[in-house]
Nanobody
Framework: QVQLVESGGGFVQAGGSLRLSCAAS????????MGWFRQAPGKKREFVAA????????YYADSVKGRFTISRDNAKNTVYLQMNSLKPEDTAVYYC?????????????????WGQGTQVTVSS
């Protein structure tokens, strides 16, 4: 069982930056692929970024590539999402998720555990 708690969301102007954190409980955090998803009002939840526990590889949605960076600190049981050059279309509730399988998951259905989400609002 893994419990995830996100933090770091807030209100920022376009072009600004935020860093989201996701703290995980459980002793096997290092054996989970960690992902970030987001859901804007009236839209489906979408993949943002993921980092594999196997080799540390990362994968990003095209919409955030070059602006967002996912990283993890296994000693702190925490995964981060550094978001730079934010745009109004990045406004959403951001969720972190944990996947116990071997691959680098990008689909919502592949993830086993979810946090409660943190709101990010970007003004124009």
């Amino acid at each position: 069982q893994v419990q995830l708690v996100e933090s770091g969301g807030g209100f920022v102007q376009a072009g600004g930056s935020l860093r989201l954190s996701c703290a995980a409980s459980g002793r096997t955090f290092s054996k989970y692929t960690m992902g970030w998803f987001r859901q804007a009002p009236g839209k489906k939840r979408e993949f943002v970024a993921a980092t594999s526990w196997v080799d540390g590889s990362t994968y990003y949605a095209d919409s955030v590539k070059g602006r967002f960076t996912i990283s993890r600190d296994n000693a702190k049981n925490t995964v981060y999402l550094q978001m730079n050059s934010l745009k109004p279309e990045d406004t959403a509730v951001y969720y972190c998720a944990a996947d116990a399988s071997y691959g680098l998951a990008t689909e919502e259905v592949e993830y086993d555990y979810w946090g409660q989400g943190t709101q990010v609002t970007v003004s124009s």
